[in-house]
């Protein structure tokens, strides 16, 4: 009986995300079901229904999950084209990032203290604080580029504000990577034979072969099915590298990505094109599997990083954006005025996918906590963010209108 | 650029890097070795990626592209390189149970109701006569050769007639996700393309009341009947499925008629439900599947064309995936100590098969295509064959998995021979193409829309 339940829940939550109904329109939750965190909640809700039956079936789409997390890396990686980055100001990419850098150190150095203090081992706090520190640099541009496109965001004003907001969270991913490689780079397991800073290395050097791998492969003549299957295999293959030698495989497979797109051709858009039709399913497991993981997991450690991914990181992001926020020379079309790291709230897949690999490597409580911190935070900062994005729109908007004094 | 410059350049110096990096992976024992989520994911990346060299491979040689996954999956696989331990392939068997799933939902959704009951005088004709004359055949030529047989027992003949009936119950099946993966890859339609895919498909429902029977026959013979009677478990295995399969399918049609988008995504999040529903309940997860496409297909508003469209778009990362595993798993050690005995299965079988259809397509005057080239499409043994091995194995422990190691070989024959024979019959009948050829028909004899009149 609880099979059907289960199935029914899950026929009905494919429904919701790929039409929405009018009612749940109408509550303002449509950014929630289009992010997937209402396959997070969903996740969840499976979790409490059924206590531990649920995990044969996480177990058993394990490899799913760790490519998903290959996708998403590889989606992440292939953004970072040179050719596109050099259009941009060197000192508008320092602007940009620097709100990620705050909350990646400030979150991540909160996150290794409350984790020691909750009595986890040195080494692992060290590793949980930097992932909790990837999670906090990364954010999710996707509501900054539809408001973009109604009419709140079509001054010339905001429109740059938003282009400064969607920068910011494109190029974020960077200093999530960084974070995800060195907390994986500190947790080793004792078998290994070659010491953790070698075995990064390789794996970086590994990366990059299998980014020109795919590139060698791009380049001989297939149908479109056929690159479907390539593209499935490549990702796979970079997915399972990265889980075999206990990497993040989104951090390999961002790296990959990167190497192929700034390989001569464009041959990553064939790859993209293709694969792009399994971006849905990918993040609809993602979702789900994350919520079948944190649901029940309880603690004041948990409520403490909460409180770090939430408050923390809003504070950190606030302070380095209003340090920074001034005219950007040589860049007329962005804009960091004040408050503009209020459109840097929601959370990117990114960190939600590095946070879910931390766990199925170790499987250990702080790596949980990790992973439900990081969840539940996604979802509140989800919940708030379209209020302080469009408060801020409206902001500078108001304040680049004449005002009608100033007309006489 | 030189095509074999070409070739070189972006197939195997690429493959190369692969398996070198798979290979130093292996040896220097660096990270996860054994089983679990880590493990299969490059498993399933590296199959996949050695898939798309093999079947581009065999589809220059014309073979099909499924023996081009066969061949590397035996390559790569535990029993020949051991480049991928069976560790690594078990923790993938959720992704095979998917692929078997929408390989049946496939063949559900070609097949037409209205042409079953045209024709089904004519398929059970052809189904029985062939059930017959190979039931008929295996278990004579079993028991006038038992004395080759090292499992069974001289003078004991009650029992090597059980085996021998087991035996030929096996030797029935014919693999149903082959037949539809020959289908797919070259867009075959026409009388032998229909004939050999309903046959399949009745005689797998068949097969496995058939097999049932046997079992419990045997059972009650040996004196080791279960408490729970036949007829029981057959309504409850068949009626079940059936039930199942009918409520996937209103499931489908509903999502077909008012979602109808990224329908690929959602029928492989159906079949993986279907799979672990069928696990579950101990249900046949083929027929489960197979249900629920003859019902969109045939009872939902919205016709299945929808979904073998959108099966289409997703189905050959599954066949690569589900042939590449197959042949991964095919164990040639088993197929080196068995193959005297395979191999005089196999050619009894075979004889067996082309007597059965020949007689079968005379008595139901099928048209000449059909007499003539039938019999090959039903060589091809895979999946079901392997499931219903495994039962044997287990329902008789002191002789059966020596009868599964037999079996297994002849598995590994026919899973690569099956393929080539049906790639062939279909070419000589002209069917290759012909859905491609019909589409493209169907397309310019549709007049243009009112829309396009006034737009253009």
């Given at each position: 009986?609880?099979?059907?339940?289960?199935?029914?829940?899950?026929?009905?939550?494919?429904i919701?995300?790929?039409?929405?109904?009018?009612?749940?329109?109408?509550?303002?939750?449509?950014?929630?079901?289009?992010?997937?965190?209402?396959?997070?909640?969903?996740?969840?809700?499976?979790?409490?229904?059924?206590?531990?039956?649920?995990?044969?079936?996480?177990?058993?789409?394990?490899?799913?999950?760790?490519?998903?997390?290959?996708?998403?890396?590889?989606?992440?990686?292939?953004?970072?084209?040179?050719?596109?980055?050099r259009?941009?100001?060197?000192?508008?990419?320092?602007?940009?990032?620097?709100?990620?850098?705050s909350?990646?150190?400030?979150?991540?150095?909160?996150?290794?203290?409350v984790?020691?203090?909750?009595?986890?081992?040195?080494?692992e706090?060290?590793?949980?604080?930097?992932?909790?520190?990837?999670?906090?640099?990364?954010?999710?541009?996707?509501?900054?580029?539809?408001?973009?496109?109604?009419?709140?965001?079509?001054?010339?004003?905001?429109?740059?504000?938003?282009?400064?907001?969607?920068?910011?969270?494109?190029?974020?991913?960077?200093?999530?990577?960084?974070?995800?490689?060195?907390?994986?780079?500190?947790?080793?397991?004792?078998s290994?034979?070659?010491?953790?800073?070698?075995?990064?290395?390789?794996?970086?050097?590994?990366?990059?072969?299998?980014?020109l791998?795919?590139?060698?492969?791009?380049?001989?003549?297939?149908?479109?099915?056929?690159?479907?299957?390539?593209?499935?295999?490549?990702?796979?293959?970079?997915?399972?590298?990265?889980?075999?030698?206990?990497?993040s495989?989104?951090?390999?497979?961002?790296?990959?990505?990167?190497?192929?797109?700034?390989?001569?051709?464009?041959?990553?858009?064939?790859?993209?094109?293709?694969?792009?039709?399994?971006?849905?399913?990918?993040?609809?497991?993602?979702?789900?599997?994350?919520?079948l993981?944190?649901?029940?997991?309880?603690?004041?450690?948990?409520?403490?990083?909460?409180?770090c991914?939430?408050?923390?990181?809003?504070?950190?992001?606030?302070?380095?954006?209003?340090?920074?926020?001034?005219?950007i020379?040589?860049?007329?079309?962005?804009?960091?005025?004040?408050?503009?790291?209020?459109?840097?709230?929601?959370?990117?897949?990114?960190?939600?996918?590095?946070?879910?690999?931390?766990?199925?490597?170790?499987?250990?409580?702080?790596s949980?906590?990790?992973?439900?911190?990081?969840?539940?935070?996604?979802?509140?900062?989800?919940?708030?963010?379209?209020?302080?994005?469009?408060?801020?729109?409206?902001?500078?908007?108001?304040?680049?209108?004449?005002?009608?004094?100033?007309?006489? | 650029?030189n095509?074999?410059v070409?070739?070189?350049?972006?197939?195997a110096?690429?493959?190369?890097?692969?398996v070198?990096?798979?290979?130093?992976?292996?040896?220097?024992?660096?990270?996860?070795?054994?089983?679990?989520?880590?493990s299969?994911?490059?498993?399933?990346g590296?199959?996949?990626?050695?898939?798309?060299?093999?079947?581009?491979?065999?589809?220059?040689?014309?073979?099909?592209?499924?023996?081009?996954?066969?061949l590397?999956?035996?390559?790569?696989?535990?029993?020949?390189?051991?480049?991928?331990?069976?560790?690594?392939?078990?923790?993938?068997?959720?992704?095979?149970?998917?692929?078997?799933?929408?390989?049946?939902?496939?063949?559900?959704?070609?097949l037409?109701?209205?042409?079953?009951?045209?024709?089904?005088?004519?398929?059970?004709?052809i189904?029985?006569s062939?059930?017959?004359?190979?039931?008929?055949?295996?278990?004579?030529?079993?028991?006038v050769?038992?004395?080759?047989?090292?499992?069974?027992?001289?003078?004991?003949?009650?029992?090597?007639?059980?085996?021998?009936?087991?035996?030929?119950?096996?030797?029935?099946?014919?693999?149903?996700?082959?037949?539809?993966?020959?289908?797919?890859?070259?867009?075959?339609?026409?009388?032998?393309?229909?004939?050999?895919?309903?046959?399949?498909?009745?005689?797998?429902?068949?097969?496995?009341?058939?097999?049932?029977?046997?079992?419990?026959?045997?059972?009650?013979?040996l004196?080791?009947?279960?408490?729970?009677?036949?007829?029981?478990?057959?309504?409850?295995?068949?009626?079940?499925?059936?039930?199942?399969?009918?409520?996937?399918?209103?499931?489908?049609?509903?999502?077909?008629?008012?979602?109808?988008?990224?329908?690929?995504?959602?029928?492989?999040?159906?079949?993986?439900a279907?799979?672990?529903?069928?696990?579950?309940?101990?249900?046949?997860?083929l027929?489960?599947?197979?249900?629920?496409?003859?019902?969109?297909e045939?009872?939902?508003?919205?016709k299945?064309?929808?979904?073998?469209?959108?099966?289409?778009?997703?189905?050959?990362?599954?066949?690569?995936?589900?042939?590449?595993?197959?042949?991964?798993?095919?164990?040639?050690?088993?197929?080196a100590?068995?193959?005297p005995?395979?191999?005089?299965l196999?050619?009894?079988?075979?004889?067996?098969?082309?007597?059965?259809?020949?007689?079968?397509?005379?008595?139901?005057?099928?048209?000449?295509?059909?007499?003539?080239?039938?019999?090959?499409?039903?060589?091809?043994?895979?999946g079901?064959?392997?499931?219903?091995?495994?039962?044997?194995?287990?329902?008789?422990?002191?002789?059966?998995?020596?009868?599964?190691?037999?079996?297994?070989?002849?598995?590994?024959?026919?899973?690569?021979?099956?393929?080539?024979?049906?790639?062939?019959?279909?070419?000589?009948a002209?069917?290759?193409?012909?859905?491609?050829?019909?589409?493209?028909?169907?397309?310019?004899?549709?007049?243009p829309?009112?829309?396009?009149?006034?737009?253009?």
């Amino acid at each position: 009986m609880k099979e059907l339940i289960l199935v029914a829940i899950v026929l009905g939550a494919a429904i919701v995300f790929w039409r929405p109904p009018k009612r749940v329109r109408r509550l303002g939750a449509d950014h929630l079901v289009s992010t997937g965190h209402a396959f997070l909640l969903i996740g969840a809700l499976i979790a409490l229904l059924f206590g531990a039956r649920w995990l044969p079936v996480t177990e058993a789409v394990g490899p799913i999950v760790a490519f998903v997390a290959g996708w998403v890396g590889f989606a992440t990686g292939i953004r970072f084209d040179r050719r596109l980055l050099r259009a941009v100001p060197i000192r508008a990419l320092g602007f940009a990032l620097a709100p990620a850098i705050s909350a990646a150190i400030v979150v991540g150095a909160a996150g290794v203290a409350v984790l020691y203090l909750f009595g986890t081992p040195v080494a692992e706090a060290t590793a949980g604080g930097l992932v909790l520190g990837a999670a906090a640099a990364s954010s999710g541009p996707t509501l900054a580029a539809v408001l973009r496109t109604r009419r709140a965001g079509r001054s010339a004003q905001a429109r740059s504000t938003l282009r400064m907001v969607e920068l910011s969270a494109g190029i974020d991913d960077l200093v999530v990577l960084l974070f995800s490689m060195l907390a994986f780079a500190l947790l080793r397991p004792g078998s290994d034979p070659v010491a953790p800073f070698w075995l990064v290395a390789l794996s970086l050097l590994g990366s990059v072969v299998l980014g020109l791998t795919i590139w060698l492969f791009l380049g001989g003549r297939a149908r479109q099915d056929e690159r479907l299957l390539l593209g499935l295999a490549m990702i796979a293959f970079t997915a399972g590298f990265a889980s075999w030698l206990h990497l993040s495989p989104a951090a390999v497979a961002a790296i990959a990505g990167m190497a192929l797109v700034n390989l001569p051709g464009d041959r990553a858009a064939l790859l993209v094109r293709t694969i792009r039709r399994v971006e849905r399913m990918a993040v609809v497991i993602l979702m789900t599997v994350i919520g079948l993981h944190a649901a029940g997991v309880r603690g004041w450690a948990v409520v403490a990083l909460i409180a770090c991914m939430t408050l923390l990181r809003f504070g950190a992001k606030h302070v380095a954006g209003e340090a920074v926020s001034r005219p950007i020379p040589g860049a007329p079309g962005l804009l960091a005025t004040s408050r503009w790291t209020y459109g840097l709230v929601p959370q990117g897949t990114l960190g939600l996918v590095i946070a879910l690999s931390f766990f199925h490597v170790w499987r250990d409580a702080s790596s949980l906590a990790v992973l439900a911190a990081v969840a539940a935070s996604s979802l509140l900062n989800e919940l708030y963010s379209p209020w302080l994005l469009l408060a801020l729109v409206r902001r500078v908007t108001a304040s680049a209108q004449p005002r009608s004094g100033d007309a006489t | 650029v030189n095509p074999l410059v070409d070739r070189l350049l972006h197939r195997a110096l690429p493959l190369l890097l692969v398996v070198g990096m798979m290979l130093l992976l292996r040896l220097t024992g660096v990270g996860v070795a054994g089983s679990g989520a880590q493990s299969t994911t490059i498993a399933i990346g590296f199959l996949l990626t050695c898939a798309y060299i093999g079947g581009k491979l065999a589809a220059r040689i014309k073979l099909p592209r499924i023996t081009g996954f066969l061949l590397v999956g035996i390559a790569v696989g535990p029993h020949v390189s051991g480049l991928l331990t069976e560790d690594m392939l078990l923790a993938g068997a959720t992704v095979e149970e998917v692929a078997v799933a929408l390989i049946a939902l496939t063949a559900g959704g070609e097949l037409r109701l209205d042409w079953v009951r045209r024709e089904i005088r004519r398929l059970l004709l052809i189904t029985f006569s062939e059930l017959f004359v190979v039931v008929t055949g295996v278990i004579s030529v079993v028991l006038v050769t038992r004395g080759w047989f090292p499992f069974i027992p001289q003078g004991d003949l009650m029992r090597a007639s059980v085996i021998a009936m087991v035996i030929g119950a096996v030797a029935v099946a014919n693999s149903p996700t082959v037949a539809v993966a020959v289908i797919a890859e070259n867009e075959a339609d026409g009388p032998l393309t229909r004939t050999v895919l309903g046959v399949t498909i009745v005689k797998d429902v068949i097969l496995i009341v058939l097999f049932a029977i046997a079992i419990a026959v045997a059972k009650e013979v040996l004196g080791e009947a279960d408490a729970v009677p036949l007829g029981w478990t057959l309504a409850r295995e068949i009626g079940g499925s059936v039930a199942l399969g009918i409520a996937f399918g209103l499931g489908i049609s509903a999502f077909l008629r008012y979602v109808g988008r990224d329908t690929p995504v959602f029928l492989l999040a159906a079949c993986l439900a279907m799979a672990r529903l069928s696990s579950m309940l101990h249900l046949e997860t083929l027929l489960v599947a197979l249900t629920a496409g003859v019902w969109v297909e045939n009872f939902s508003a919205t016709k299945g064309d929808g979904l073998i469209k959108a099966i289409e778009r997703v189905s050959l990362p599954v066949y690569a995936l589900f042939f590449a595993a197959a042949g991964a798993k095919v164990n040639l050690g088993v197929l080196a100590s068995l193959w005297p005995l395979a191999l005089m299965l196999c050619s009894a079988r075979a004889v067996c098969v082309w007597t059965g259809t020949w007689l079968g397509t005379r008595l139901a005057r099928a048209e000449p295509v059909v007499k003539r080239y039938a019999w090959y499409g039903f060589i091809s043994q895979a999946g079901v064959t392997l499931a219903l091995s495994a039962i044997v194995a287990r329902s008789f422990p002191d002789w059966g998995p020596a009868v599964q190691a037999l079996i297994i070989a002849m598995i590994a024959v026919h899973e690569l021979l099956g393929p080539i024979g049906f790639q062939y019959a279909l070419r000589r009948a002209g069917e290759i193409g012909a859905q491609r050829r019909g589409s493209q028909r169907a397309d310019a004899s549709t007049p243009p829309e009112s829309g396009a009149l006034s737009t253009g």
